[in-house]
Each structure stands twice: as structure tokens, then as C-alpha cells.
T-cell receptor, first 110, second 112 residues
């Protein structure tokens, strides 16, 4: 059974701080890694994808992947109240079917 | 709007009734996925298609659930003899093979 684990939170940070979200996965054959943002009552929205070890930056978001440790993280710099949402980590293998974690609820306090 | 479209957005039904959801993917996407999500949980995989072929169905999915994708375009997900435990958000997503999944707004089912 492939598993994706996330701390459910809630994670609370002040506005302007760095939010750090973490995810571990069980399947060593996993090839692609994604972070989705989900506002309450809405569907998941893709914000980052990462496929190789290291860091990938996109604006205020940085995804980090360490395949040896089976660990992927998302950093959000200069956090804004509009970043308050549930962040879902998703992992896929050779069949490109995503397995999701339960998500981490992030609250950014003004 | 060229995103993934789902219909209906909300469905309230009585236990034992059948319901059907429709998903229209992004037009050039050949993969279509169905997920189910309950409160406080991440999306749970149900099934997926590549073109018109159903490639995998979750072992957790009872035989009351069936999905089709005729002609590799839109897809339908039918739930027969609904139970209260079927209450959830049913999410459809589409992609090109090896690319990221894009989700529709979801169909929320409430079984009374």
C-alpha cells in the first residue's frame, strides 16, 4: 500500500513569515511529486511539481525533494493571509496515478 | 472556460437511489481520473481512463460504482443504491500522460 504522510496541522504562522510544509512517502519507486493547494469547499489547485532531487523555486514557493530520505517539502516565503488553505502532497509512480496525503492546514495570521 | 467541468455541482439524494455524475475534461487531455474526498481527508483514487480504456479501478471501490468514458471524451460515474457512507465530494481530473493533473470543481453528494 503506497502511503503519503503529512502533518495534519494546523500550522499557524504570522504574516510575512516562512511556512514550511513536510511530506514523506513510502514507495521508493515514486517519480513525480506535487503540491496542491485547496481552499475550503474548493477543489485542489496545482501549485508546484518537482521530479528530481534538490530545490525548485517558483515565486514565493520552493519545493524540495530528497529521494534518498523519501521526503518532499514546500516552503512559502513572505506568507500572506491568502495562503491560508490546506496543502496536499501528492506522489506518483510510472503509471502517473497520484496518491495524496491527508493535507496540512495552514493558517497565516495578519 | 477550457478547464475541467463537472455536473451537477451538488446532488442530494435519498438512500437507495442511483446517482450519476458527468465530467468533461480539458479537450486535449487523454487521461481522466475520478477521486473521492471526505472532510479532513485527501483525495482518494477511484479509477482512471486513458482515452476510452479504463486502466485501473480501486480495490476499495464497491461494485455499486461504475465509470465509463465512451469515445475517450467525457466520463460518467454512476453510484447505484446509494448509502450514507457515499456522501463525499467526487472530483474529476484530467491530464496528458506524464503531466500534472488538473481538477474540476467537484460534485458534492449528500445521501440522506
Amino acid at each position: 500500500q503506497k502511503e503519503v504522510e503529512q502533518n495534519s496541522g494546523p500550522l499557524s504562522v504570522p504574516e510575512g513569515a516562512i511556512a514550511s510544509l513536510n511530506c514523506t512517502y513510502s514507495d521508493r519507486g515514486s517519480q513525480s511529486f506535487f503540491w496542491y493547494r485547496q481552499y475550503s469547499g474548493k477543489s485542489p489547485e496545482l501549485i508546484m511539481s518537482i521530479y528530481s532531487n534538490g530545490d525548485k523555486e517558483d515565486g514565493r514557493f520552493t519545493a524540495q525533494l530528497n529521494k534518498a530520505s523519501q521526503y518532499v517539502s514546500l516552503l512559502i516565503r513572505d506568507s500572506q493571509p491568502s495562503d491560508s488553505a490546506t496543502y496536499l502532497c501528492a506522489v506518483s509512480g510510472s503509471n502517473y496515478k497520484l496518491t495524496f496525503g491527508k493535507g496540512t492546514l495552514l493558517t497565516v495570521n495578519p | 472556460d477550457t478547464g475541467v467541468s463537472q455536473d451537477p455541482r451538488h446532488k442530494i439524494t435519498k438512500r437507495g437511489q442511483n446517482v450519476t455524475f458527468r465530467c468533461d475534461p480539458i479537450s486535449e487531455h487523454n487521461r481522466l481520473y475520478w477521486y473521492r474526498q471526505t472532510l479532513g481527508q485527501g483525495p482518494e483514487f477511484l479509477t482512471y481512463f486513458q482515452n476510452e480504456a479504463q486502466l485501473e479501478k480501486s480495490r476499495l471501490l464497491s461494485d455499486r460504482f461504475s465509470a465509463e468514458r465512451p469515445k475517450g471524451s467525457f466520463s460518467t460515474l454512476e453510484i447505484q443504491r446509494t448509502e450514507q457512507g457515499d456522501s463525499a465530494m467526487y472530483l474529476c481530473a484530467s491530464s496528458l500522460v506524464s503531466e500534472e493533473l488538473f481538477f474540476g470543481e467537484g460534485s458534492r453528494l449528500t445521501v440522506l
